[in-house]
Structures are given as C-alpha cells and as structure tokens.
C-alpha cells in the first residue's frame, strides 16, 4: 500500500462522552427509581402477614352463614373435623381452591375451599384421611372443583391405605356447573367401587344428601347419620308429591329413623353429632387401615381360660322360649363392648364388632328375641354384607346360632327369601377367614345351613348341651311323618307326645351332629368364651386362596 493510499484510510472518531454533570443525574435517576420500586414490593413480613390474614378468613368463613348452621343445630364442617380427628393432627390440602364455572347466578363470587375441606388426619395415631362438605358456602353443592377436591383425597387414601371418611351435608349437585357436576359424582362414584374391599369407607351424614349424593353412602361400608338434622333421598318431597299427590316431610321421606329401621341403609343413628362422631372414632379403632393389614389388635386378656357361669343362666333349655342374644355376646366378647351394626333394621339377626382376647372379631347372631330369630329377606341381607365386610378385611367371624328356620309366608316369598337368603350362603361360602360356629340352641332347616355349618365351610363347629340339629323340630317332624297315623289315632294328643320324644331321642339328642362329624366338640357353656378364644388363636394363621376368578356372580 502507497503512502497515498494510506492518507485515506478512516480513522474511527470516539463517540462524544457526556458531560460529568449529566452522568450524575441519570445514575441518581436510577437509583431513586430502585428506591421507589423496592418501597412498592412488599416485604417477607408483610407477604406472611398476608397469608396468615387471608387463612384465617377462609378457615372462618362468613360469620352470618356460619350462624345459620348453628341455629340449624349443626356444627360447621371444620367443628366436625375437630371433634372427629387428634387434635392438632389434621392437614389440610387445596384450601384455596375455587371454581371456574360461569354459570347463572355464579357471578364473580368464588369463594375458597368451593364448598367442601379436605386432607387428613389420625384418629387414636392412626392415619385416616377425611373430606367435609361445608353447607356454609354453596349448601355444600357439589361443582367440578368441589367434585376434583374430593376426587384426590380419594386417591390418596388409596394409595397410602388408609380409611376415607366422607362427612356429607349438601344440597346436592351444583345446577349452576350443569354436567360437570354430575361428572363429578361419577367420579366419585367409580372410585368409592374401586376402593371396595382395599380400604374402610365411611360415611357420615349430618344434613341434607339428596338426589345422586346418596349413592355415596348407600355404597359405603359404614353409614351414620343423625336424627332430626340428616336426610337422605333420591326424590325431595316436591316430586314425590307431584308423582303420588302424597305430602310428606324431607324426615319423614328420608330421615335417620326411615333409613335406620327401615330401608336398610343407615349402619348407625344418633340423636346428636358428638356422639356419632365418637362412634366413628371408635369404629375406626376396630377397623384395619387396609385389606393386607391385620386388624388393630390389643394385648390378651386371658379369654382362653376365662370361665363365664352367667351363660349356664341366660339360655332357657326350653327351645321356644325367648331371650335377648345380646347377653350371650356381652359374656363372651372382651369387657362386655360391641359395636352393632344396623342395630334398628333387621332385629332378628344382630351383627357387631368386639374384640376377644383383644382380636378383632365380626360376630352374626340369631336374636331370639325377635320374631323368635328366624330369618328372613332383610336378617339374610344384613348379614350377608357384615360377613362379606369382614372378610374383605380379615376379620374373623364367630356366629352364634338359634333359629328355628327361614319366616314362611306369602308377602316374604313373594319378597324374594330365596334370592336373599342365596346371598347369606353364598357370603359364607365365599368367606376365608377363621370361622368358629357355636350352636346355642335350636338350628333347623335351611336356615341352620345358611348359619355357618360345617357344610358351607366353617373352621370349628361348637355346640351347647341345649343344641337340636334337625331338619325340623321334632313335633314339627312327627306331624309330617305320621300324619296318618295321628289322623285315626284314638288318643292323638297322647301319641304325638309319645312319638315326639321318640323321634328326639333317636335325631335330635345333642351328640348326634357330633357323633357324625358336623359338631368339632359339645362343650359346657361356661366356657364359651375360653373356647372360642382358643380355637380362634388356632386358625389365626390360616391361609387359603379362593379360586383365580374375577368375581363370582352374587345373587343380588
């Protein structure tokens, strides 16, 4: 390159610097515009004091609304969950959540929790988790984000295997939400179905459940309600009004009384909600967490060799004579406690959970008491979902047996005793559990079969000195088998005694079942208890595996 050249090569001109003044000024711009916005942001302080404001709200809820369940005479959801679980032990999930619907008459008000408190807690330490519809926001209708909140703690409770309690008290579904909210139950719905059988479901009724929201205590295990306050139906009495031209009150149609003597689909009824939620806390304590856990169990007491002379006095000898059942289950269960269930429905039959020996137990009784403990198609089904329960979740079964047979009758052939009946067979048959039979009394017929006898597959089979296994009792089968006879008889009154105590001396003496292999042992009533105990404590290692099936085919 020429020296002439390089004359023209450009030189690059700095760019002019601003004045010292100028540079100060913007810099302090600056700053004050950082000094501005950090005074806008607000601090961790007042973030915390934020959220702690807006908690407390949202776990108040609107004082007003809050009034008008008291004076309604029911607590608020969260009042509930206080009295339900340990102290301090609850864990709440989702608390502001909120929906998204824009439905009519929804407008912008979307309160947190959208109706309905979540999470879990312990109950005597042992993980339970729960939901709440709170009637306070929304009368507890059920929406989508309601229906999704429900939906995981569901999840939950399976997946760590524990028990759900559901505390019910709502309107019913969220007309506002359209489809969504009956999507919502569906999903309740499958999930309450898939857990059967894996974990314990509870349901608490303590207000209205109306419409599709009864079918979630109607398949739950357990249901309680409380009188006066709980109602539960498909159709409200505007409709079945409209249909039948009959007025009834929402109590009478579908009150605690209808559905605990009645219907068949309260388990349990209490005057007051403290005391149902007591008896949930105490169910809770019999119940396992799971269907691979073994029942809660409590140190022995020395049932197997407790000797209780009270039995010798509470069972007539006299076969048609009646007693209350439920004084033979107090001598022989641990401290005199049981839990019965469907206490109002059904009397005939009593099933309950104790503890002997401080295992769990599920105990089915004839209660002679009532229509003289025969069966019939509501005893047959009582007992036949207790038994079923039971042995979804390993709880031994102790029956004991005084029936005279099936009720006969038009209205309950006509109502379906066989198919019913079916149900208790086959729940027997069905069932793996340790089963001890104890024949107090009198067992005839179809009915004695159905009972837990050693054909449909029990353990151990007990029998009192005071048993008569029989087709019949005997009268019944010297009327039949010598009808004739009678018929021409000179003196059939003398006769019919005559071959009466015959056909008992030759059939139904109590070492026949025995002699012939049905009966394991005769034993003294006294000792029932250490009996029971012993041969209980003798199959609590029994295993065996049903048939590879996907289910059997009940006779529902």
């Known amino acids: 390159m020429s020296a002439s050249e390089l004359d023209f090569v450009p030189v690059p001109v700095p760019r002019p610097r601003p004045a010292h003044g100028n540079g100060t000024a913007r810099t302090q711009e600056r700053t004050q515009e950082r000094t501005e916005e950090a005074a806008r942001a607000p601090s961790m302080q007042a973030l915390r004091e934020r959220l702690g404001a807006r908690r407390r709200e949202v776990v108040a809820g609107r004082r007003e609304a809050v009034e008008r369940q008291h004076a309604l005479g029911k607590r608020t959801a969260r009042e509930r969950l206080e009295l339900l679980l340990d102290e301090g032990s609850f864990t709440e999930i989702e608390l502001y959540r909120r929906h998204q619907a824009h439905g009519p008459k929804l407008g912008g008000h979307r309160p947190h929790t959208d109706g309905v408190i979540t999470g879990s807690g312990t109950i005597y330490g042992r993980r339970v988790f729960v939901y709440a519809q709170d009637f306070t926001v929304f009368g507890g209708s059920l929406g989508e984000a309601h229906a999704e909140k429900i939906h995981k703690v569901m999840d939950l409770a399976v997946d760590n295997g524990a028990p759900l309690i559901g505390l019910n008290d709502s309107g019913g579904a969220r007309i506002q939400e359209g489809v969504m909210s ?120 020395g049932a197997d060799s407790d000797v209780r002379p009270r039995l ?51 105990v089915v009784a004839n209660q002679p008491l009532v229509l003289a403990g025969v069966l019939d198609a509501d005893a047959a089904q009582k007992a036949a979902r207790f038994v079923r329960f039971c042995d979804a979740f390993g709880i031994p079964l102790v029956t004991l047996v005084d029936v005279p047979g099936f009720l006969p009758g038009v209205d309950q052939e006509r109502e379906g005793i066989i198919r019913h009946g079916a149900k208790l067979l086959y729940a027997y048959c069905e069932a793996t559990v340790p089963r001890v039979q104890v024949i107090v009394r009198k067992a005839y017929g179809g009915a004695y079969i159905v009972m837990d006898s050693r054909s449909v597959g029990t353990d151990l089979s007990l029998a009192w000195p005071t048993n008569e296994i029989a087709v019949m009792g005997a009268e019944g089968a010297v009327n039949v088998l010598f009808r004739k006879e009678l018929a021409t008889a000179a003196d059939p009154a003398t006769l019919r005694a005559e071959l009466t105590e015959e056909y008992a001396r030759q059939l139904v003496h109590p070492y026949y079942a025995a002699e012939r292999g049905v009966v394991d042992d005769v034993i003294d009533p006294v000792q029932t208890r250490s009996a029971v105990a012993r041969g209980l404590a003798m199959l609590r290692n029994k295993r065996r595996e049903p048939p590879r099936r996907k289910h059997g085919n009940i006779p529902l």
């Open 312 to 362: 010798a006095e509470i069972v007539p000898v006299e076969p048609n004579r009646p007693y209350d059942m439920r004084l033979v289950i107090e001598e022989l269960v641990d401290d005199g406690d049981f839990l019965e269930v469907h206490e109002g429905w059904a009397r005939n039959v009593v099933c309950a959970l104790a503890r002997l020996d401080g295992e769990v137990v599920g």
């Open 182 to 301: 009956l999507h919502g139950y569906g999903g309740i719905f499958r999930r309450i179905v898939q857990a059967s059988g894996v974990i314990p479901q509870i349901s608490v009724v303590l207000g209205p459940c109306a419409g599709g929201a009864a079918y979630s205590p109607a398949l739950a295990d357990f249901t309680f309600m409380v009188r006066d306050t709980a109602q539960m139906y498909l159709t409200g009495p505007d409709v079945v009004e409209a249909v039948s031209g009959r007025r009834v009150s929402h109590d009478e149609l579908g009150g605690a009384g209808v559905h605990g003597s009645q219907s068949g689909v309260a388990s349990f009824v209490y005057d007051d909600e403290a005391d149902c939620l007591e008896d949930v806390r105490y169910l809770v304590s019999l119940l396992p967490g799971n269907n691979l856990e073994p029942p809660p169990a409590c140190p022995p007491c």
